[in-house]
T-cell receptor, first 112, second 115 residues
């Protein structure tokens, strides 16, 4: 599975847009990019997944450039409740055994 | 109940005790997982079950014994644990374990403390 690198922590203020970038230089052709969110003492929660270009849902947007060596999770107008750890994961499609490799993630602190 | 449930939510046990963690999913999924999350560390995958068959054992010590009687239930039997086994134990499920594209749904976890 491709290794990912993301900032350890980020600070933001309520109402701002937050962009968290993840590097995955060794991404394989059939790898998808997935982001999870985890609140303290809870299990991670799926946010968004994409393969290329842009994906948007009711929670976030995911931007993936043409070379797919990085991706950016965009959270519009964050609130205090968006304070959490955000994980970027990259993995293969059908050849994967379901193994999710979580790194340290990015701890986002939203301030009032 | 909906989603993935785990019981108990908190557990304190001595090193000589035997206890079991239970996970149940109500999502119709075929794959179930156990993860361990120690303080200030990333989640570590422990076991994967796909259609009740164990497909992954991530070098977990034998004092942790998983059991998957059917696709909806997953247990983690604990015996002679060590204090360093204290952690948040998370259960997850997905449609199958064959693809990362299948979103994993996590339970709330069991906070385990070994004295």
């Amino acid at each position: 599975l491709a290794k990912t690198t993301q900032p350890i922590s980020m600070d933001s203020y309520e109402g701002q847009e937050v962009n968290i970038t993840c590097s995955h230089n060794n991404i394989a052709t059939n790898d998808y990019i997935t982001w999870y969110q985890q609140f303290p003492s809870q299990g991670p929660r799926f946010i968004i997944q994409g393969y290329k270009t842009k994906v948007t849902n009711e929670v976030a947007s995911l931007f993936i450039p043409a070379d797919r060596k990085s991706s950016t999770l965009s959270l519009p107008r964050v609130s205090l409740s968006d304070t959490a750890v955000y994980y970027c994961l990259v993995g293969a499609g059908s050849s994967n055994t379901g193994k999710l490799i979580f790194g340290q993630g990015t701890t986002l602190q939203v301030k009032p | 109940e909906t989603g993935v449930t785990q019981t108990p939510r908190h557990l304190v046990m001595g090193m000589t005790n035997k206890k079991s963690l239970k996970c149940e999913q109500h999502l119709g999924h075929n794959a179930m997982y156990w993860y361990k999350q120690s303080a200030k560390k990333p989640l570590e995958l422990m076991f994967v079950y796909n259609f009740k068959e164990q497909t992954e054992n991530n070098s977990v010590p034998s004092r942790f014994s998983p059991e998957c009687p059917n696709s909806s239930h997953l247990f983690l039997h604990l015996h002679t644990l060590q204090p360093e086994d204290s952690a948040l134990y998370l259960c997850a499920s997905s449609h199958s374990s064959g693809s990362l594209y299948n979103e994993q749904f996590f339970g709330p976890g069991t906070r385990l403390t070994v004295l």
